[in-house]
């Protein structure tokens, strides 16, 4: 069955760096686009980044110039390089896979995408 899952968030200081991994089973993420989300309590899910099946990627703009969107195909797993992270970055963050997506771009309509990961959580300290 379809399925992914999240890995690699933790505690960091202010300006600190965390690398997140999505792996991912039952697919093959080359041909796959994905994309990854956060959620802080109380509020709705955000989109954060996508990488789509020819490798072009996009990113919020709360993120641009800080994240990194990768994908390793013989590991099937995609990856979010977070640098400089900010308390304003903590949340539970997502992943899942895009289903509207063309071979060139993905999006950030959450209502397109399914195979929801658990999550994993990210704290940025002040």
Request: charged residues 20%; aromatic residues 10%; hydrophobic residues 35%.
């Amino acid at each position: 069955q379809l399925q992914l899952v999240e890995s690699g968030g933790g505690l960091v200081d202010s300006g600190g760096s965390l690398r997140l991994a999505c792996a991912a089973s039952g697919f093959t993420l080359n041909g796959a686009a994905i994309g990854w989300f956060r959620q802080a309590p109380g509020k709705e899910r955000e989109w954060v980044s996508c990488i789509a099946p020819a490798g072009k990627t996009n990113y919020a703009d709360s993120v641009e110039g800080r994240f990194t969107i990768s994908r390793d195909n013989v590991k099937n797993t995609v990856y979010l390089q977070m640098n400089d992270l900010k308390p304003e970055d903590t949340a539970v963050y997502y992943c899942a896979r895009d289903t509207r997506a063309s071979w060139y771009l993905c999006a950030s309509d959450s209502a397109n995408y399914r195979s929801w990961g658990q999550g994993t959580q990210v704290t940025v300290s002040s």
